[in-house]
Nanobody, 121 residues
Framework: QVQLVESGGGLVQPGGSLRLSCAAS????????MGWYRQATGKERELVAT???????NYADSVKGRFTISRDNAKSTVYLQMDSLKPEDTAVYYC???????????????WGQGTQVTVSS
């Protein structure tokens, strides 16, 4: 089993910044992609950013230029630096990892518990 623990959410004013962290722990699991998704109340969950094991990042158009995803493979941790936050960024943010267990070719997805980000004056 893999456990994802998120931290860093909170309340921030428009234009402010937050840094989310998600640490993965578990045995016999090889992490491939890591990423962040978000879900606003009453809305569908959407992809925010992903990053490959070799550091290639992909962003949703709505966050390009404002958010930066990074990862520390040694710590099995993914980060999301969020700058110039807008009220429309308000959502529950979920981290996600995919990979495979040792000796398995099946890709498995794991989700964090979610952390609330609220951008408001």
């Amino acid at each position: 089993q893999v456990q994802l623990v998120e931290s860093g959410g909170g309340l921030v004013q428009p234009g402010g910044s937050l840094r989310l962290s998600c640490a993965a722990s578990g045995s016999r699991f090889r992490i491939n992609h890591m990423g962040w998704y978000r879900q606003a109340t009453g809305k569908e969950r959407e992809l925010v950013a992903t990053i490959t094991s070799d550091g290639r990042a992909n962003y949703a158009d709505s966050v390009k230029g404002r958010f930066t995803i990074s990862r520390d493979n040694a710590k099995s941790t993914v980060y999301l630096q969020m700058d110039s936050l807008k009220p429309e960024d308000t959502a529950v943010y979920y981290c996600n990892v995919d990979g495979n267990y040792v000796l398995s070719i099946t890709t498995v997805f794991y989700w964090g518990q979610g952390t609330q980000v609220t951008v408001s004056s």
